[in-house]
T-cell receptor, first 112, second 109 residues
């Protein structure tokens, strides 16, 4: 299994505060993704990265930013958390474009 | 727009066979994936189809018809541990994965 670690695993934060979620991989995969998963919806792509300092927006990027300064780390920041960002966040990595994605354990974020 | 449809929930009996369908409309096609996700856990890869036909992997098989925009996941000899959500995802022309909402499979003894 790919070594993908997300931190923290659980977080409760207040509306309006900034929050950073971390994804760390030990597989040297080029591609990294941040998704959110909500009941009744499929996984929705927030941001993705094709390499160091090479990131792009997904379908639900508003209110989120990312950074990738090293191959192994992909950070997701909620600039000012809102209740609508309460969700489970998954990081995923891919070795090549048309191969399977490997997922981290997820981060359950609650914004109160 | 892009759309992946799969049933919300299915129920089956231990030892039986179940087929989970997935239909899709996407901008281009670079393959279809099936993932399994147990409650509270991460999705894990089950199968990948890029050409028409059936791919068999132990108790699990996956079928693809590109002309019909249709796939199914077939699970045989169901076990209680197969109770999970099954996610269908299509890789579009930009190599982005488009995900269905998942099918929750309930296995009864």
């Amino acid at each position: 299994d790919a070594g993908i670690t997300q931190s923290p695993r659980h977080k409760v934060t207040e509306t309006g505060t900034p929050v950073t979620l971390r994804c760390h991989q030990t597989e040297n995969h080029r591609y990294m993704y941040w998704y959110r998963q909500d009941p009744g919806h499929g996984l929705r792509l927030i941001h993705y990265s094709y390499g160091v300092k090479d990131t792009d927006k997904g379908e639900v990027s508003d209110g989120y930013s990312v950074s990738r300064s090293k191959t192994e780390d992909f950070l997701l920041t909620l600039e000012s958390a809102t209740s609508s960002q309460t969700s489970v966040y998954f990081c995923a990595t891919q070795d090549r474009e048309n191969t399977e994605a490997f997922f981290g354990q997820g981060t359950r974020l609650t914004v109160v | 727009g892009q759309n992946i449809d799969q049933p919300t929930e299915m129920t089956a009996t231990e030892g039986a066979i179940v087929q989970i369908n997935c239909t899709y409309q996407t901008s281009g096609f670079n393959g279809l994936f099936w993932y399994q996700q147990h409650a509270g856990e991460a999705p894990t890869f089950l199968s990948y189809n890029v050409l028409d036909g059936l791919e068999e992997k132990g108790r699990f098989s996956s079928f693809l018809s590109r002309s019909k925009g249709y796939s199914y996941l077939l699970l045989k000899e169901l076990q209680m541990k197969d109770s999970a959500s099954y996610l269908c995802a299509v890789m579009d022309s930009n190599y982005q994965l488009i995900w269905g909402a998942g099918t929750k499979l309930i296995i009864k003894p």
